[in-house]
């Protein structure tokens, strides 16, 4: 019997991040932690918007490969937000316009569409208050998931909460701050507001999952380790290579037509 398959599109919070990279962390590189008798399918690219990713045909790539039964789980907002490039897109024109897109598509080769709302950067001001640059991104995702009744999972909400709780300094632990010398892949240290690395991602991914679960968008025997104490150390990161290969090749469509059709001159 051939196992349900979840298939992630989204962008830089959720993509499988290369050992190159480490300890920079995507919340769909940990989400099989939660799941079992399922794969999980992360095909989400960093740098990619709802748009962008139709347009480099990674959706059409889904599509071709999406079965009757398995989910599409959706989450986009963080480069949507970014003017210029060909990557922005209005919250509630082209940006609705586009998740209608993945929900269809799902839905019209049997697939179940689920969208996930992007979890919140890290931004404080001078008096340690919270501030929510994804601004209106999240809520439009909300109205469309009522409009279409696509179940919606919150990581949006539920992150705010937990970074006001942690606050200014705590949620350091959680984003992808380390010091100069700490981490071999970033010599000089870095203090990044947007990426999060294990610890952070790992509870993005248990949020979701345990919000797959509540909502019965599996069933229970899908699931595992939704109240374990998970180590960072248990992340696995992608050989460089393996990631460069799967980066290249989940294009389908038009895109891949064209790339192939380049290759041959």
């Not at 399922?38 to 690219?45: D, P, Q, S």
């Not at 890290?122 to 909300?142: C, E, I, K, Q, S």
């Not at 990044?192 to 509870?203: I, V």
């Not at 968008?217 to 992608?238: D, Y």
Request: glycine share 10%; aromatic share 10%.
């Amino acid at each position: 019997m051939r196992h349900v398959r979840v298939f992630l599109a989204g962008d830089s919070s959720v993509t499988s991040r290369p050992r190159s990279m480490a300890p920079m962390t995507g919340w769909g590189q940990v989400l099989q932690i939660f799941i079992q008798n399922a794969e999980v399918v992360n095909a989400a690219r960093a740098g990619a918007s709802s748009r962008s990713f139709v347009e480099r045909g990674r959706l059409d790539w889904i599509l071709e490969n999406i079965a009757p039964g398995d989910l599409l789980l959706v989450s986009f907002g963080l480069i949507d937000m970014k003017p210029g490039d060909g990557r922005f897109t209005e919250p509630f024109g082209d940006y609705q316009w586009y998740l209608r897109k993945y929900v269809l598509g799902a839905r019209a080769r049997g697939a179940h569409p689920v969208l996930v709302t992007s979890h919140e950067r890290r931004v404080f001001d001078d008096h340690g208050n919270m501030r929510r640059p994804l601004g209106l991104y999240p809520t439009a995702m909300r109205e469309l998931a009522a409009g279409m009744s696509v179940p919606l999972i919150d990581l949006n909400e539920w992150s705010v909460n937990w970074w006001r709780q942690a606050g200014a300094e705590g949620t350091k632990q959680l984003f992808l701050y380390t010091e100069p010398g700490e981490e071999p892949n970033f010599p000089e240290g870095i203090a990044d507001n947007t990426h999060l690395r294990g610890h952070g991602a790992m509870e993005c991914a248990r949020f979701v999952a345990s919000e797959m679960c509540a909502n019965g968008v599996l069933t229970p025997n899908h699931f595992r380790n939704l109240e374990a104490k998970i180590p960072e150390s248990v992340v696995e990161f992608l050989d460089d290579d393996v990631f460069e290969k799967l980066t290249k090749s989940r294009v389908g469509g038009r895109v891949a037509s064209a790339e192939m059709s380049e290759a041959l001159l």
